[in-house]
């Protein structure tokens, strides 16, 4: 939010430096993201000053300069060659000084330096009108009065000011501080508490601002039929308007805090919420079909065209402005109508101040998609005390900028308005919260600051009266953050003791086994990315989805901010894909990636929340060379590779091995524990790689890493001495049907022999129908075996690859090949 320091001076007496209220602002919880200098005009106007022309000669053999003498009131009379056609000596004038920056005729911004023209020294410029930028006139200098006073900057004359806006980053719950009067609220608790006690806010008397309707009245009738979502309603006819520009410094102030000037009716209604916190609305009362106004929601599917002219339909839970057919004319509290607003046309407006339920305003406001700076007022939540002000404060303003009268009673409906929070507390409970000891005088001394009511004051506590213009103080913590942040963080000590209790961390900590997962893939070449919990949901749900998933099962959210982004991902492959669409479209296909993530689900109405683990291999296998590479690109067995490696790194083994045909693989590997899966990893499917644009096959391996976790916590690390006996390599060739995989080879084995078979190991793959039969393929498989107690002798290694033939013949109907 940006708040501009000059409307602040009118009404504070405060006489600090940007930097010095840039920290008074942080200190209370108003933190400053900056702030910048916003000058009236591209033109260094401070450089620019009155002076007199001494002197005014022709230049001879030219036709329109003139050689000047000019005094600015400086003690330096300055030369300086003029082209305007009514130089003439006596005259004051407008004198820009070198350094200063003014427009050429072409609209340009120019530095002005010292030269000579026609041999002749010009120190300075002599203005005229366009190139002050106060106008368009280039007929001539602009000519002052003869009092003039020499010396006067531009700025002076026009009472242009410069501002300083600083740049707020409002949290949510601060909704006292939506506006000027709001933040300038704040300045004065913190004068009154550090510096000056009697300190006071300048507001108007708003009870005298309007004046009561003279003159012809204009009949309307004002009907609210929701309460709750509108419990409090204002609104006046004004008429006889004159809807024009706004003057300078209205336009000059809404510029400086980022708002567009649009004419001086709807500058005034935004002018006033940005001072005061309260949106308004200014209907056509030409506009207002039946002369009445009713507040209330219509059926679902009314059409409803928006000012920024698009075709909406509405929710049976927005709350609408419609006129006497019912029509909608507005939004309420969050974007007016298209077809009701104020035009050049306008010469009669109906003027609303109301009070919309936050809840009811934030729903719509995500519904349609429309962040509008009233809705972004109206969810933080308004002062319903301030309503009257801001429409009394509006009024006289249009009154006095627009002309007209008030042609109307000020109409109010109203239902059961919220009474000032009450909050009962002891000192002995602020003190505990706040960590350090405070004095009564100094807990009163800030809650008066704050403009604060006391009630059953004892000698231990009492019940504090909270302001209306604080909706988040609610509560006795909330009180004791208000004394707190006044007080000032940064004066309660820091304690010379530390109080802190053991505590026995989760074994395996899941910081140390994803480091140590990181670690290991790092070392091996992959990159971690980080991807956006939020996905679209097109990924997975429709006739386009790449992955489709029930829709029951998507957690849907409403995100204003990007409607791309419309639920939580239930899966990491959509992100990890969105990096290799976005790493291929900058010429980098090469990828190697992991990532730690969170995945959701929907079951009912309940919620899933799972930690998963990824890693993802596509491009070439090795960077370019010069030397033969054994593979070109990765494929199936490089990720396998890698899983197994770091499945060996964390210590886990002892897993099945499933085949799965299964979204969004093409085919798969799923390594388990039972029904506790580990990892699943595979092919993505060519029909997914399309629809994501992704032009290179990818390999994704998923792991669930909570289930990792409880497999690794299960490890017990275990120490044996090197064996100093050696070991026995055999091999065999074992012609099998196409559909055993080697995995049922290796489980075979293992079980078989189960203390001295160490490893076991595919080294060759042939397929031939005409010298194996169909449908047959023959594994070479070496067998290494080791006996830590002896050497193994050949007669032992017999008996034991004859124990494995006949294994491998029983259970797996192989044949040997000889």
């Not at 501002?163 to 949290?171: A, K, N, P, Q, W």
């Not at 704050?450 to 609610?474: C, H, L, R, S």
Request: glycine share 6%.
């Amino acid at each position: 939010m940006k708040v501009s320091l000059n409307w602040l001076r009118d009404f504070l007496d405060i006489h600090k430096s940007a930097p010095e209220i840039a920290d008074i602002l942080t200190s209370l919880g108003l933190e400053c993201e900056g702030w910048e200098e916003v000058r009236p005009s591209l033109v260094d106007l401070d450089k620019v000053l009155t002076g007199k022309v001494l002197t005014c000669e022709r230049i001879p053999e030219t036709d329109h300069l003139s050689a000047t003498t000019v005094d600015v009131g400086d003690g330096v009379v300055r030369s300086i060659v003029c082209g305007a056609p009514n130089v003439a000596a006596g005259q004051k004038v407008f004198v820009a000084v070198p350094g200063a920056n003014v427009f050429s005729k072409d609209g340009t911004l120019f530095t002005i330096g010292e030269r000579k023209v026609k041999g002749v020294p010009s120190q300075g410029m002599i203005c005229a009108q366009d190139e002050l930028g106060t106008g368009s006139d280039h007929s001539g200098i602009m000519v002052l009065p003869e009092n003039t006073e020499l010396g006067i900057s531009a700025a002076q004359w026009f009472d242009l000011k410069s501002d300083t806006v600083i740049e707020i980053g409002l949290t949510p719950n601060r909704a006292d501080a939506t506006n000027h009067i709001g933040v300038a609220r704040d300045l004065l608790a913190w004068i009154r508490y550090h510096e000056n006690p009697e300190a006071r806010i300048n507001l108007p008397d708003y009870n005298n601002l309007m004046p009561q309707a003279t003159g012809s009245t204009e009949s309307l009738e004002v009907t609210v039929e929701n309460t709750s979502a509108c419990p409090l309603y204002h609104g006046v006819v004004l008429t006889g308007l004159t809807v024009k520009d706004s003057p300078e410094w209205l336009q000059n102030r809404l510029k400086a805090v980022g708002q567009r000037p649009i004419n001086n009716i709807v500058d005034i209604t935004n002018y006033v919420r940005i001072e005061m916190g309260q949106p308004l609305h200014a209907f056509d009362l030409s506009k207002i079909e039946g002369r009445k106004v009713i507040v209330a929601n219509l059926p679902a599917g009314t059409p409803f065209k928006t000012l920024d002219g698009v075709d909406r339909k509405l929710f049976a839970e927005d709350l609408m402005i419609c006129d006497g057919l019912r029509q909608p004319m507005c939004i309420g509290g969050v974007f007016g109508g298209a077809d009701s607003g104020v035009s050049e046309a306008t010469n009669a407006i109906f003027l609303e101040a109301a009070l919309f339920d936050a809840r009811s305003i934030r729903r719509t406001m995500m519904r349609h998609g429309l962040r509008t700076d009233a809705a972004w007022t109206f969810e933080k939540g308004v002062d319903h005390r301030n309503t009257l002000n801001a429409l009394q404060r509006a009024v006289a303003l249009i009154l006095e900028l627009a002309g007209g009268n008030v042609s109307s009673k000020v109409y109010a409906i109203s239902s059961t308005l919220p009474d000032p929070a009450k909050i009962q507390t002891e000192y002995q409970h602020i003190n505990r919260l706040i960590g350090h000891e405070l004095s009564r005088e100094d807990i009163q001394r800030a809650l008066k600051a704050y403009d604060m009511g006391f009630e059953q004051e004892t000698a231990t506590g009492f019940t504090a009266v909270i302001p209306t213009n604080k909706p988040d103080v609610t509560r006795e913590a909330d009180l004791v953050e208000e004394i707190l942040r006044l007080h000032g963080l940064d004066n309660i000590p820091i304690p010379t003791q530390i109080r802190s209790s053991m505590e026995v961390p989760q074994h395996p900590s899941p910081d140390g086994v994803r480091n140590m997962a990181s670690e290991f893939l790092v070392a091996n070449g992959y990159l971690e990315c980080m991807g956006m919990s939020l996905s679209n949901s097109a990924y997975y749900t429709g006739d386009s989805a790449m992955y489709p998933i029930e829709n029951e099962r998507i957690v849907y959210i409403h995100n204003t901010a990007n409607q791309g982004l419309d639920c939580l991902r239930p899966t990491l492959l959509g992100t990890a894909l969105e990096t290799v669409v976005r790493n291929q479209h900058r010429q980098q296909a090469d990828l190697r990636l992991f990532e730690f993530g969170k995945v959701y689900a929907r079951s009912g109405e309940k919620f899933e929340e799972t930690h998963r683990f990824s890693v993802l291999v596509t491009g070439r296998h090795s960077a370019e060379s010069w030397q033969p590479a054994a593979k070109s690109a990765v494929d199936f067995y490089t990720l396998k590779t890698i899983v197994q490696n770091l499945l060996s790194r964390l210590g886990v083994s002892g897993f099945q091995e499933t085949v799965v045909q299964e979204a969004p693989f093409q085919y798969a590997l799923r390594y388990h524990r039972g029904p506790q899966e580990l990892v699943t990893f595979g092919a993505v499917q060519p029909s997914v790689l399309k629809k994501m644009d992704v032009k290179n096959p990818v390999f994704f391996a998923d792991f669930h890493f909570e289930n990792l976790m409880k497999a690794v916590s299960k490890n017990e690390i275990q120490f044996a001495e090197w064996s100093k006996y050696p070991t026995v390599r055999r091999d065999l060739a074992l012609v099998l049907d196409q559909q055993v995989p080697f995995a049922d080879i290796k489980a075979t084995a293992t079980r078989t022999i189960k203390k001295t078979l160490t490893g076991v190991n595919l080294f060759d793959l042939f397929e031939d129908e005409s010298k194996l039969g169909a449908g047959k393929k023959s594994y070479a498989v070496s067998f290494t075996f080791e006996d830590p107690e002896k050497t193994l002798q050949d007669k032992d290694i017999d008996a034991l690859m004859n124990q494995l033939t006949t294994a491998f013949e029983s259970k797996l109907g192989a044949q040997v090949r000889r």
